[in-house]
């Protein structure tokens, strides 16, 4: 599943101020890194690990979610009829997942996709971190591992680097650090996932589908 991109800027912003105080404070809703603390200099990039056709996917989803499905136009719906999921008739979610492409593939597609920005689009900070939702919950430490040593191996070949990247695995938060080589494990419970959902929605619902609403969160 794909769910709308606010929702999950502020679900990894709200995530990770239960990973270290070195993330905690105040921050600003941007563009090119989503989330900024200009008092520790600390800009945050939130994407998923997601395919071009599912970025279409993501398009609609954050264009109509909600939306009843008479008030989508149908040209833009039609690719995704057979995967929409609908919750009392109102758009919730795009169901993306054939099996054909694993979660580490995804991964890196992603990640170089967003390590491309940074080195072109990007406002750089003292610390540029990226969150990305990886939408699984079975992977195995040697596939993280291996996403690792892939985007050290990316990075390389770049001037500006991420300086923390987060794997969001539902249960498990991948905190790593390329330039120290580290790879550190956080475990959300599901009393944990169901509060960060919760206050993430009341905050999402609060936007009244307009980003311009939300402009600070503190953590």
């Known amino acids: 599943m794909i769910y709308e991109k606010l929702y ?22 941007s ?15 939130v994407t998923q690990a997601l395919l071009q056709y599912e970025g279409e996917a993501q398009k609609v989803i954050d264009k109509y979610l909600g939306k009843r499905l008479e008030e989508i136009p149908y040209p833009e719906i039609e690719p995704f009829m057979d995967r929409a999921r609908f919750f009392c008739g109102r758009l919730q979610a795009i169901d ?9 593939f995804k991964t890196l597609y992603r990640f170089d996709k967003k390590l491309m920005k940074l080195n072109t689009n990007y406002s750089l900070l ?17 596939d993280i591992e291996h996403i690792f040593e892939r985007i050290q191996a990316q ?23 390329p330039y120290k080589s580290t790879i550190k ?27 311009e609403v939300i402009k600070y969160i503190e953590i």
Do not use: M
């Open 96 to 104: 993306t997942e054939n099996g054909a492409q694993s979660y580490i």
């Open 155 to 177: 990075q390389k070949r770049k001037k500006y680097r991420f300086h923390t990247v987060f794997l969001n695995c539902i249960d498990t938060i991948y905190e790593l650090h």
């Open 8 to 29: 999950n800027e502020i679900y990894a912003l709200l995530s990770i101020g239960k990973i270290g105080s070195e993330y905690r404070g105040l921050y600003t809703k």
């Open 126 to 142: 003292k610390t540029n971190c990226l969150y990305i939702f990886l939408h699984n919950n079975g992977e195995i430490y040697s």
């Open 185 to 211: 494990t956080v475990d959300i419970t599901e009393f944990e996932q169901k509060e960060l959902a919760d206050t993430t929605l009341l905050l999402r619902n609060r936007a009244e589908n307009s980003e």
């Open 31 to 45: 563009e090119s890194p989503d989330w900024v603390n200009e008092g520790k200099s600390i800009g945050i990039e």
